[in-house]
């Protein structure tokens, strides 16, 4: 027979044709792109989603996408599009998990019918069709104005926008790995996300990069220094956490992930606790000192009070003054925020403030119960912190807080003052403000408020410091928070070492009523 | 023989410095206390080795994050 195929061979020379594009496909940016891409110690996209996700369980999207090449109508091979994406499971729940190859045209964006992912695209869709959390592996560095010359005009900005992105954020956990040099919209993406991390040696983030820099204001600055690590995460808080190697990276959305739900209308996942509830640690009645000046291990006292092994912490590099983690209390998630006495005395300066405000807003919109350690002295005082908005930025973490509906449990270890002190109760829930006895509060420091509140006084005392000293003495006394309880203007003073046993108690009640306000949060008003 | 760069994470003052010149500090050692808001903030040697010299001294003004000594590694 000749012609056509013999009937028994079906549709198997379509099968092979199949095979080799997909081989294409996994064949990325060819050998020697692959290799080069190696030589800078970076995974390629497919080595990336299989140390993310659990083995196996990739099923791919997208695969045959990319520029054909044909003599006459043969096929002679296909440069696959720069991005792999498709759905994944991690920990066995499903996830939508993509990334640029940086193996082909730097993972610049290609033009398809349909986007596979980056702004808007297939994997954005999945994420909001089927309500499942985002992973995005970024190594791309954005437009190109050489897109120009291939389309004859230049595009819109937002064309292929941020919307989708924008409202994952409100619906499924979004997580974003920088594992290059991303710049423009790929870096856009990286913020729009509610966690991110980023590799030491191989990663850069930044609005725009060294070259754009030079032209524009005449800076010859290193992309390292522009936006690596210490920039991006110590300093700016742009990027949450950093880490030392991409499986450490894979290792930590691993972490991150399995304290989220999939989505807004779910719980967050709960365990199986093994560290006993009342565990009563005998090192919490010592830990804070009895001198009010001396600073103490806060990172300690939270080790000492959550689950054994279940701290993750959020920025630990970024805005110091303040501790930020995800948590277990009998195997429930919830998010703690403790100011850290061990900086500024713990006081809410401009970079604490943001922290604040971001993670709150994630523990709030994923039905997180949130648990404040409290040791705050008030806002950061000072030309520089006024100088860089301490006052603005901090009273919209107050702002935040306030509109929050999660339950949340205010414990206050030591110091609570003024405005930043506000800030760490539930003011549209029950309000429940627990104390140790090393606590005290008011508008102000005792210590500071005196010499204003009492200038005349002080004035006409023939020893002015010795006067001023007096009246603190006096103040104190009435200070105490025994007697704040008498009036029940707190609602518990504990020994510390209860702590544990108490707040699980509570946080198991509130799992029920949790589950009655499931669902996206709607936010009104101006943030300030 | 590295130097390591002791810094302060707050603005402040100096109030005690702990340790002295030729010292071998171990990480997690507290080398000096710096007084930032009322409150006595110890600097931690975030690694190991001998103290070369201190950059300021007691009752100095310093900003966050300026290096308070050197230490050889």
């Known amino acids: 027979m000749t012609g056509t195929p013999a009937p028994a061979d079906g549709w198997l020379p379509e099968v092979d044709e199949l095979r080799r594009r997909r081989r294409d496909a996994h064949a990325l940016g060819g050998g020697q792109a692959v290799a080069r891409h190696h030589e800078r110690g970076r995974l390629t996209i497919r080595e990336r989603i299989d140390g993310l996700v659990d083995k196996s369980s990739f099923n791919e999207v997208g695969t045959l996408a990319g520029q054909g090449r044909y003599e006459g109508t043969k096929l002679i091979g296909v440069t696959p599009a720069p991005y792999v994406m498709g759905l994944a499971s991690i920990d066995g729940r499903p996830v939508a998990v993509g990334g640029e190859d940086f193996t082909i045209r730097g993972g610049v964006s290609w033009s398809g019918d349909r986007k596979k992912g980056g702004q808007g695209g297939f994997i954005e869709d999945l994420a909001a069709s089927y309500r499942i959390p985002l992973v995005n592996l970024i190594d791309g560095s954005g437009g190109s104005v050489t897109s120009i010359t291939k389309r004859g005009h230049s595009i819109f900005p937002g064309v292929h926008g941020f919307e989708r992105s924008v409202e994952l954020l409100g619906k499924v956990p979004v997580v974003s790995a920088v594992l290059g040099t991303a710049a423009g919209g790929p870096a856009g993406r990286a913020i729009l996300s509610h966690w991110s991390v980023m590799v030491d040696g191989i990663s850069q983030v930044f609005a725009a990069g060294p070259p754009v820099v030079e032209r524009s204001l005449g800076q010859k600055i290193t992309k390292e220094e522009l936006g690596g690590p210490p920039i991006a995460v110590d300093h700016a808080g742009t990027i949450d956490n950093r880490v030392d190697s991409e499986e450490a990276c894979f290792a930590q959305i691993r972490r991150f992930l399995s304290y989220m739900p999939s989505n807004v209308w779910e719980a967050p996942p709960a365990l199986t606790c093994e560290d006993p509830v009342d565990r009563c640690d005998d090192d919490l009645v010592r830990i804070v000192p009895k001198d009010r000046r001396r600073p103490y291990n806060m990172r300690k006292l939270v080790e000492h009070l959550v689950d054994r092994g279940s701290v993750f912490e959020i920025q630990p590099g970024y805005g110091k003054a303040l501790i930020t983690a995800l948590a277990r209390m009998n195997g429930k998630v919830v998010g703690v925020i403790a100011n850290n006495p061990m900086v500024y005395g713990g006081a809410m300066d401009v970079k604490a403030a943001r922290k604040q405000i971001h993670f709150v807003e994630m523990c709030d919109c994923f039905h997180i119960p949130l648990i404040f350690l409290v040791d705050v002295p008030g806002f950061m005082v000072g030309r520089d912190a006024e100088a860089a908005a301490t006052l603005r930025e901090g009273m919209r973490a107050v702002y935040v807080g306030l509109q929050a509906t999660v339950p949340t449990y205010t414990v206050v270890i030591r110091k609570c003052y003024g405005m930043a002190g506000m800030g760490t109760t539930e003011k549209n829930g029950l309000e429940f403000k627990i104390a140790w006895p090393s606590a005290e509060w008011g508008s102000l420091p005792i210590e500071g408020g005196v010499a204003a509140a009492f200038r005349r006084d002080i004035a006409a005392a023939s020893d002015a410091l010795a006067r001023e000293r007096e009246i603190e003495a006096e103040l104190r006394a009435m200070a105490s928070p025994f007697r704040t309880a008498e009036a029940f203007g707190v609602e518990e003073i504990i020994d510390p070492r209860e702590t544990r046993p108490y707040l699980c108690r509570f946080i198991d009640a509130a799992q029920a009523r949790l589950l009655t306000t499931l669902g996206p949060k709607a936010k009104y008003g101006v943030r300030p | ?73």
Do not use: C, H, Y
């Open chain 2, 1 to 73: 023989m590295a130097n390591v760069e002791a810094k302060s994470e707050v603005s402040g003052s100096v109030w005690q410095i702990l340790a002295k010149v030729g010292q071998r500090i171990e990480p997690g050692d507290t080398i000096m206390i710096i007084e930032s808001m009322k409150m006595e903030i110890p600097v931690i040697a975030e690694q190991g080795g001998t103290i070369e010299k201190f950059l300021v001294d007691e009752k100095a003004a310093i900003a966050e994050g300026q290096t308070v000594a050197i230490l050889s590694a």
